[in-house]
Nanobody
Framework: QVQLVESGGGLVQAGGSLRLSCAAS????????MGWFRRAPGKKREVVAT????????YYADSVKGRITISRDHARDPVYLQMTSLKPEDTAVYYC??????????????WGKGTQVTVSS
């Protein structure tokens, strides 16, 4: 069992920044990739960014490239999602995920409870 705890969500004005963090604990030896997904009201869950367990490889959705950075310093460190130039369309519940990897949510077996990000115009 893997536990994922997110933090850092909140309310921000358009153009502002937020940093989300995700701490993983428990049986992490089967985790290859950590990811952030989001679900906006009335929309499907979508990938935001992913990073391999050792931090060596990252992936970004086209909609966030250049504005959002996923990172971790070392394996077992928290995974961060630095979000800048936020737009109202970034408003969603953001979920941390851990698992085999890929850009589809089906590649992840472990999920956090989510943290709300609201961007006002």
């Amino acid at each position: 069992q893997v536990q994922l705890v997110e933090s850092g969500g909140g309310l921000v004005q358009a153009g502002g920044s937020l940093r989300l963090s995700c701490a993983a604990s428990g049986r992490t030896f089967n985790i290859y990739t950590m990811g952030w997904f989001r679900r906006a009201p009335g929309k499907k869950r979508e990938v935001v960014a992913t990073i391999t367990w050792n931090g060596g490889t990252t992936y970004y959705a086209d909609s966030v490239k250049g504005r959002i950075t996923i990172s971790r310093d070392h394996a077992r460190d928290p995974v961060y999602l630095q979000m800048t130039s936020l737009k109202p369309e970034d408003t969603a519940v953001y979920y941390c995920a851990a698992g085999r990897g890929g850009s589809r949510w089906t590649g992840y077996d472990n999920w956090g409870k989510g943290t709300q990000v609201t961007v006002s115009s």
